[in-house]
T-cell receptor, first 113, second 112 residues
Framework: AQKITQTQPGMFVQEKEAVTLDCTYD???????LFWYKQPSSGEMIFLIY??????QNATEGRYSLNFQKARKSANLVISASQLGDSAMYFC??????????FGAGTTVTVRA | NAGVTQTPKFQVLKTGQSMTLQCAQD?????MSWYRQDPGMGLRLIHY???????DQGEVPNGYNVSRSTTEDFPLRLLSAAPSQTSVYFC???????????FGPGTRLLVL
């Protein structure tokens, strides 16, 4: 089974600053996909960004970017210009060759005004 | 499109009762899956389906059954509920097994 590690249980960030959420993974699959999801206090799971293991460039989606370091098996999420609405739980997930999605334990982000 | 819908939003069961959590999608997605979310843990895969008539087990399948008779629906059955099944349940779907999964709003289940 794939293993996803998110070492930061909780983080505080000042509004308008950037924040980096760590994610490391363990797999021997040659091809895999990495995902980040946001879960606000209302409970829904919102897809943010995707990175394929063979993608040459780091993925970006608006204020979200994924810092993908394949050799280090890390896929950190960077949120730029934080907003109060970014306060939520963030999950890193990986899909391996079995096409099943495995999730990390999540990181809670609190944005301060 | 309504996307992925789940019913009910909240349910209380007594130990030993059975129930079905409903999941439907109107996007003609082939791949559907069920997860449970417990405090301090990420989502864990219960069962999944790559198309109508095809289902398979995920990481934590014990105590749950699924079927996929149509592309749109993927119900999750608890045959005899246990307190350990108290959790939030999410259904998700994607165009196929390689695409991004989109989640329903979740069902909060409490087993007494």
């Amino acid at each position: 089974a794939q293993k996803i590690t998110q070492t930061q249980p909780g983080m505080f960030v000042q509004e308008k600053e950037a924040v980096t959420l760590d994610c490391t993974y363990d797999t021997s699959d040659p091809s895999y996909g990495l995902f980040w999801y946001k879960q606000p206090s209302s409970g829904e799971m919102i897809f943010l960004i995707y990175q394929g293991s063979y993608d040459q460039q780091n993925a970006t989606e608006g204020r979200y970017s994924l810092n993908f370091q394949k050799a280090r098996k890390s896929a950190n999420l960077v949120i730029s210009a934080s907003q109060l609405g970014d306060s939520a739980m963030y999950f890193c997930a990986m899909r391996g060759n079995d096409y099943k999605l495995s999730f990390g334990a999540g990181t809670t982000v609190t944005v301060r005004a | 499109n309504a996307g992925v819908t789940q019913t009910p939003k909240f349910q209380v069961l007594k130990t030993g009762q059975s129930m079905t959590l409903q999941c439907a999608q109107d996007m003609n997605h082939e791949y559907m899956s069920w997860y449970r979310q417990d405090p301090g843990m990420g989502l864990r895969l219960i069962h999944y389906s790559v198309g109508a008539g095809i289902t398979d087990q995920g990481e934590v399948p014990n105590g749950y059954n699924v079927s996929r008779s149509t592309t749109e629906d993927f119900p999750l059955r608890l045959l005899s509920a246990a307190p350990s099944q108290t959790s939030v349940y999410f259904c998700a779907s994607s165009e196929d097994r390689e695409e991004t999964q989109y989640f329903g709003p979740g069902t909060r289940l409490l087993v007494l």
